[in-house]
């Protein structure tokens, strides 16, 4: 911006890490007194029902065995005091004291029509009782990326979590693979298709923002009631509305539509969600040319009916229709070091065609007994059916470019150092149907609050898969046969049909230790049962949080340690040859996790700092490679190692009346893989030899190498990113959002099965979105007449948005090409250039 104020407040960024600790200040006041009693609509107290007051975070209190509690608030201003308990709904009492009153205040509260939340919609519950954070949802209509799924508001807001492909909505979470995160909508676990192999197959995340209410994250050491996977959970609930509302969005990359609402009696809500996304502007982009045809589309609807005040019902549902047809022409890619550059051409003739249909429902009953008991009684079926089908035939060279800027041929072929051709066929096709029904339950009394569940799914695998690959150079195939014979460089087949069940069970204890003094405890544990391998793993967790109230810093302490593992799923099982190991045990690990959560006021300003230093010592661990988005497993528990880093987020107005994020990630993560060797040959005088070069016969010696660690492909070293605010002075109403994320690579090798080799580093990652919004129309700032048509809409926004503002070539995967020397070059595939896009949104 040419605005000075912007970059003044860029320069307090730094200012604002340095100054963290001693930027607090504490401001005397008048006060007065509120006390009263809370009960239910028969009469009955209350206990342990949560008193704040909104904006001041440092009051508040809990109602005791008798319902009854005491706060000192502010004077002489109107404040608003909100009443919230487990199982009931929320309320709120405006009022203004006067200094010295005492305000007796009673309130009745009603039963809630969520009778089991997973969490606190609040963020000062998340703090104090939980490793983790809540989700800004609506922050991501703000966050200028192609696609606006829920995924951008992880990667700016939650710690730890690694997104460097914006095709994908894939993420890694502190040295974990796309594989190893949860996600829960409404208590229902989510899937994602298995065979995509690039972001630009994919289609829409499950999750639309349009329906979310809150989310809550968290990068590890959560706790027992959320299940078996090695690196993160999502909770996301989906919204429960009061009163009619809808959105519309339209753009150059697809477009949504929502409608909610309730009935008179508010028994009854809805929630219904239509999304499409067209990302053939974006793929444009890519240094493939050709003809891409993505369709990507969802409905989803949310209901609940409110049978009494104490049974309601819901019922979700997700269908999902993702077809991908690509026809190549051409590739031309330059690559290399700036006094060795290569190019690549490649002449392309056949076609992609990829299709993934989703459906998934799910049913709960909601019961509560009394004020202390209640059950969630739930059943979910998930069905996906995939196929996969390219031949596709590409014609290549390679060529040295002349890089002497005197040559009248700068830029121009110097000579040529191959030529080939690439033959890639695949047929696959995967049907899974995965089934479940579960039960859980939760007991409140005094300072306890135990939760338990039980669930058992059912799953049913068909897999066919036919893939092949054949290579050739200057009309030899590779790997080179006799004349006879044409050997093919690689092949996958096989035919599976597996079924299985699971059966898994929690329980876990929230003891508030001492109120006063803000200490909790969560501890409890999981056991899962497989029937493939007939394996019983035991997972035991604990959390530990500490809001001191005698501070005048508002800080919570908290840290957490457990197991968790992850039992197979049909991927992990599946090695590199496409056979299936029904012997392979979960993989598993172990949490330690420990961190501060901070609010404070700077410039006279809301802030939070939260940062946690982590280890995470894994073992029984199945190695895998990246290609893209696609991972393959070795189908082994062969391997151990580690994660180990810090995280921070700073979350606050950098800018008056506008929320930014700053966050940073150090992180590594290595494995050992057990009987990961290779040999070193040597010849009479000690020097080298390599096997295949024309000196074979002067080998004489040989030595065994054991490679030990080496990084694991998901090894991330650091991480920053930056969303930032801005608005015009005196226009509040147009405003500037950036979004910055920087990365160094990520390890990569050929693709020899030899994962020892893979030691490379791709380049970093760098990579600056920019979106300018104008706030067009607003029912609250423009009177509007009462037959005029505006009066339906509540607010209209318009967007442009600049991706990839600097044009930075980001390198996702690479293609590895071979000549009739059996040289390797690596290709590197780019993900997407600078593009515009405009968006309008209708709020009504």
């Not at 109602?63 to 199982?87: C, H, L, M, Q, W």
Request: with cysteine.
């Amino acid at each position: 911006m040419s605005n000075p104020r912007f970059g003044l407040r860029m320069l307090r960024i730094p200012a604002l890490f340095i100054f963290l600790f001693i930027c607090l200040y504490s401001n005397a006041q008048q006060t007065a007194i509120v006390t009263g009693k809370i009960t239910d609509s028969a009469g009955e107290p209350i206990p342990g029902v949560n008193i704040k007051i909104s904006g001041f975070p440092k009051i508040g209190d809990a109602t005791n065995e008798d319902g009854v509690y005491r706060i000192e608030a502010p004077a002489e201003k109107e404040i608003s005091i909100i009443f919230s308990s487990v199982s009931y709904d929320s309320d709120t009492q405006i009022v203004t004291l006067k200094t010295g009153e005492v305000l007796e205040l009673n309130r009745k509260l009603n039963i809630g029509l969520s009778i089991i939340p997973l969490v606190e919609v609040t963020d000062e519950s998340i703090r104090d009782e939980a490793s983790g954070v809540m989700i800004d949802a609506q922050a991501i209509e703000r966050i200028p990326t192609p696609f606006g799924g829920f995924e951008a508001a992880l990667a700016s807001q939650a710690l730890g979590v690694a997104s460097t492909n914006e095709l994908s909505s894939t993420y890694s979470v502190r040295g974990g693979n796309y594989d190893e995160n949860l996600v829960y909508v409404n208590d229902f676990e989510v899937m994602r298709p298995f065979l995509i192999r690039s972001g630009q197959q994919e289609g829409l995340s499950f999750i639309n923002p349009d329906l979310v209410s809150n989310a809550f994250f968290s990068s590890g050491g959560f706790q027992p009631k959320y299940g078996d996977k090695l690196s993160s959970v999502l909770d996301v609930q989906y919204k429960r509305p009061k009163e009619f509302h809808g959105s519309l969005e339209l753009g150059l990359l697809g477009g949504s539509f929502h409608l909610e609402g309730a009935d008179k009696k508010d028994k009854f809500t809805y929630l219904i969600g239509v999304r499409q996304k067209s990302s053939q502007y974006l793929l444009k982009s890519l240094e493939i040319e050709g003809q891409y045809s993505p369709a990507f589309t969802d409905v989803q609807s949310f209901f609940t009916y409110k049978v009494n005040d104490k049974v309601d019902l819901e019922w979700i549902s997700n269908f999902a229709m993702n077809k991908f047809v690509f026809k190549p022409v051409s590739r031309e890619t330059t690559f290399g070091v700036v006094n060795n550059v290569l190019r690549l051409t490649v002449y392309f003739d056949g076609k992609e065609e990829d299709s993934y249909r989703t459906f998934m429902t799910g049913f709960g009953v909601n019961q509560k007994l009394n004020r202390h008991l209640g059950f969630k009684w739930l059943a979910s079926v998930y069905r996906s059916v995939e196929t996969e089908a390219f031949d596709i035939l590409g014609e290549y060279w390679i060529d040295e470019v002349e890089t002497d800027f005197s040559d009248d041929n700068f830029g121009q072929t110097r000579y040529s150092l191959g030529v080939g051709g690439v033959h890639d066929y695949v047929r696959n096709d995967l049907e899974t149907t995965v089934s479940s029904a579960g039960y859980k339950g939760y007991f409140i009394e005094g300072t306890h609050t135990l939760r338990w569940g039980t669930n058992y799914q059912y799953e049913m695998i068909e897999d066919r898969l036919n893939e092949w690959e054949r290579l050739d150079s200057a009309g030899y195939s590779i790997p080179y046969g006799d004349d006879e014979a044409v050997v093919l460089g690689y092949v996958l087949k096989s035919n599976i049909d597996l079924q299985s069940s699971r059966i898994n069970a929690y329980v876990q204890d929230t003891w508030t230790i001492n109120a006063d003094k803000g200490m909790n405890l969560t501890y409890g544990a999981r056991i899962t049962w497989w029937s493939i391998n007939k394996e019983w793993v035991v997972s035991p967790r604990i959390q530990f949080s500490y809001h001191p109230k005698n501070l005048k810093s508002d800080l919570v302490f908290r840290a957490a340690a457990g197991l968790y593992n992850q039992p197979p799923f049909y991927r992990e099982m599946r090695d590199l040859e496409g056979n299936v190991n029904t012997d392979l045990k979960a993989q598993k690990s172990f949490h330690a996790v420990a961190g501060i959560d901070l609010n404070f006021k700077a410039w006279n300003r809301k802030f939070k700092f939260v940062t946690e230093l982590y280890y995470k010592y894994l073992y029984d661990i199945v190695p895998f490679e990246y290609d893209n988005v696609l991972i393959r497993y070795f189908g082994e528990n062969k391997a151990h190692g580690y994660a180990a880093g810090i995280d921070f987020r700073l979350h606050g107005e950098l800018v008056e009346g506008a929320e930014s994020w700053i966050s940073m990630s150090i992180m590594s993560t290595q494995e050992d893989i057990e009987g990961d060797q290779y040999f070193q040959y040597f010849d009479s005088t000690g020097s080298q030899v390599f096997p295949g070069s024309g000196n074979s016969d002067a080998i004489v010696d040989t030595n065994t190498v054991y490679p030990g660690f080496i990084p694991r492909p998901t090894d991330q070293r650091v991480r920053f990113n930056l969303f930032f605010q801005d608005y015009l002075p005196k226009l509040e109403t147009f405003k500037v959002h950036l979004n910055l994320v920087f990365a160094t690579g990520l390890p990569f090798g050929p693709p020899d099965k030899e994962r020892y080799r893979d030691v490379l580093r791709s380049p970093f990652y760098r990579r600056v979105d920019i979106g300018f919004s104008a706030l067009l129309f607003d029912i609250n700032r423009k009177e509007v007449k009462p037959k005029s048509f505006m009066k339906h809409f509540e607010s209209i926004w318009a967007t442009f948005e600049v991706y990839n503002l600097l044009g930075v070539n980001n390198v996702v995967s690479y293609v590895w090409v071979k000549d009739i020397s059996n040289t390797i070059y690596a290709v590197p595939n780019y993900l997407t250039n600078r593009r515009v896009n405009l968006r309008i949104i209708f709020k009504f």
